[in-house]
């Protein structure tokens, strides 16, 4: 025997359907205004950063100096926005050193976390690929850690704002340093560095040309993969030429490698500077007495007549039992940046808050800020050396907090 499905007519069902309807459509309407995006309690502010891969050396300051920022105003009260004092809440994802995780990270941040605002992530690689998604976007981003010429050339930017050192003084400080201080070498220069968009500019562009301009002889130009682990061919090369100058831009894992090949040869240039990779205390770390002499260009130290700068430095140490770096600085006044403009909006409306970081105008714990046509901010520069697993100022002279090692040790 067939089965028979009963149903009733749909004459019959249509007034429960009527009755229904209404509480379902106003459930659904309750669920939708309980999402962040439309019953906010807290404000959302987000950033995708290395906190694993090659530049996690990088992404460990950031994640301190962002989240001592946001704990700062949040032990404060928070911020007041329409009238209603609100908690900041950060976001933090890793990008894994990875320009395409940075972008989706951006992404998620924006769609997902529902942030109103973004920090940077380091290195023009990584920054640039959050703050196109930013730009598209229209939420405002602030970051430091990218070169200034490496940020202007990717485009006009209307949402993002960038406060670190500008390449061309950058690269002319080993010579200004060799100048000042008299120091006497053969004039021979070699430069290593990787084809990244700062190493491109700084190792092979700017540093021939400043060289040859300072009278120097560049008797070695090596480009080579950011992922490139093997320099014995460039370093000999380097040796057998006679450079007594060697210039370095590279990330930290190479910079480690390049520092330790450059020993293994028996290479012994006079000088030594080696730029980005030679930053965080890490490369300090995995070389021991071989980083000693190594120079690097500075744009922070808690010695800097700043507001902040030397309790910064004191509270990182005292927290995470390591030595700091200048990275805590860039990334804590950014994340300053950003709330103070916030809170000078007194909205969560991105254009308002885009509109007050605009008008910054004040001094941070790097120095003064206060953003310039294309949207950036330049921090000035010294130059400084590892000596026993810190780094000094050797110049210039009125900054000074140590006397230059030379030749390297």
């Known amino acids: 025997m067939a089965t028979r499905t009963s149903q009733a007519p749909l004459s019959r069902r249509l007034p429960v359907l009527k009755r229904i309807l209404p509480i379902t459509l106003l459930s659904l309407a309750a669920a939708w205004s309980a999402t962040p995006a439309n019953a906010a309690d807290d404000i959302v502010i987000g950033a995708s950063i290395p906190l694993s891969g090659p530049l996690a050396g990088f992404g460990s ?5 962002y989240s001592r920022a946001v704990d700062e105003v949040n032990k404060a009260g928070g911020i007041t926005i329409d009238g209603k004092k609100m908690p900041v809440r950060l976001v933090l994802r890793d990008d894994k ?3 395409n995780v940075t972008a989706a990270n951006t ?11 973004l920090l940077g992530s380091c290195t023009p690689a990584l920054v640039n690929a959050g703050a196109l998604v930013a730009e598209r976007k229209k939420i405002p981003l602030v970051t430091g850690c990218n070169p200034i010429e490496a940020f202007k050339s990717v485009r006009k930017w209307n949402y993002v704002w960038d406060l670190f050192f500008h390449e061309p003084e950058l690269a002319a400080i080993p010579f200004k340093v060799l100048d000042d201080l008299k120091l006497e070498t053969n004039k021979k220069v070699a430069i290593f560095h990787d084809n990244g968009p700062d190493g491109q500019v700084v190792g ?6 400043i060289a040859k301009d300072a009278g120097y002889d560049v008797v070695q130009n090596a480009s080579f993969p950011v992922d490139n682990t093997q320099f014995t061919s460039v370093v000999a090369e380097a040796k057998a030429k006679g450079a007594e100058i060697v210039l370095v831009d590279a990330i930290t894992p190479q910079a480690v490698s390049i520092r330790k090949q450059i020993a293994s040869a028996g290479f012994a240039p ?3 500077v080696i730029e980005k990779g030679a930053e965080p205390v890490q490369f300090a770390e995995a070389l021991g007495k071989l980083a000693d002499g190594v120079l690097v260009g500075g744009y922070w130290d808690p010695s800097f007549p700043y507001p902040g700068a030397k309790d910064l430095a004191a509270a990182f140490e005292s927290e995470t039992k390591l030595t700091f770096s200048q990275h805590i600085a860039d990334s804590y006044a950014a994340a300053q940046i950003l709330l103070d403009a916030i809170a000078a909006a007194g909205s969560l409306d991105p254009e308002k808050i885009n509109a007050a970081a605009a008008k910054t105008d004040k001094t941070y714990v790097v120095g003064p800020i ?3 046509e294309n949207h950036t901010a330049k921090l000035p520069l010294a ?9 000094s100022i050797v110049w210039p002279a009125d900054r000074a907090t140590g006397k230059i090692l030379f030749p390297v040790p």
Do not use: H, I, N, V
């Open 107 to 117: 992404e998620s941040l924006l769609s997902r976390d529902q942030a109103r605002a």
């Open 61 to 65: 300051f950031q994640k301190w100096g």
């Open 270 to 272: 006079k000088l030594l």
């Open 383 to 391: 130059m400084l050396q590892w000596q026993d697993g810190k780094t």
């Open 97 to 99: 050193t990875d320009p």
């Open 204 to 209: 092979g562009t700017l540093w021939p040309q």
């Open 370 to 372: 206060k953003f310039d």
